[in-house]
């Protein structure tokens, strides 16, 4: 059995959009299907065939969501800035490049790379995690080894 460790907000919002998804998302789309079928012959009806994909794709995701619902662990957020945790916004700076990155250390539920919100599975989360402010890690990417220095944690 997977864990699956989100911060209360984060158990949260997924509660919410597992809802959305059950009682709306649902609704609406059974009745597209139901729209799409007064329409007449399935066999060439692109409507018809467009809800049943999203119904599919809707079903999935309800039971991605329950099961990491189900197997949440929320980890409190802590005020320590001693060291990296799961929660930290950490300040890096990247030596290759030269330059600074600041990124949140969350959950793989909650990692949103796009935003700069990571997992702490990932290569940066696994390299940060326990490490204090001053320390030079490694990061064991794809691509190679680069190394970030710790200038700050919230």
């Known amino acids: 059995m997977a864990e699956f460790p989100m911060t209360q907000q984060g158990y949260d919002e997924a509660v919410k959009k597992l809802e959305y998804l059950q009682k709306v998302k649902r609704a609406e789309i059974v009745q597209r299907i139901a729209e799409a079928r007064s329409h007449g012959d399935l ?69 949103d790379p796009m935003k700069n919100i990571i ?20 990061v064991k990417a794809p691509n190679g080894e680069y190394q970030l220095k710790i200038l700050k944690i919230d």
Do not use: C, W
């Open 43 to 111: 066999s060439e009806n692109a409507e018809y065939d467009a809800a049943r994909n999203e119904q599919a794709a809707n079903e999935r995701a309800i039971e991605e969501l329950e099961y990491q619902v189900k197997n949440a662990v929320v980890i409190e957020e802590s005020a320590d800035t001693s060291a990296v945790h799961f929660g930290s916004v950490v300040t890096v700076h990247d030596l290759d490049f030269d330059e600074d990155i600041v990124y949140t250390i969350m959950g793989t539920t909650e990692a």
């Open 119 to 138: 997992s702490n599975q990932s290569p940066v989360g696994q390299a940060l995690i326990g490490h204090k402010k001053g320390d030079t890690v490694t």
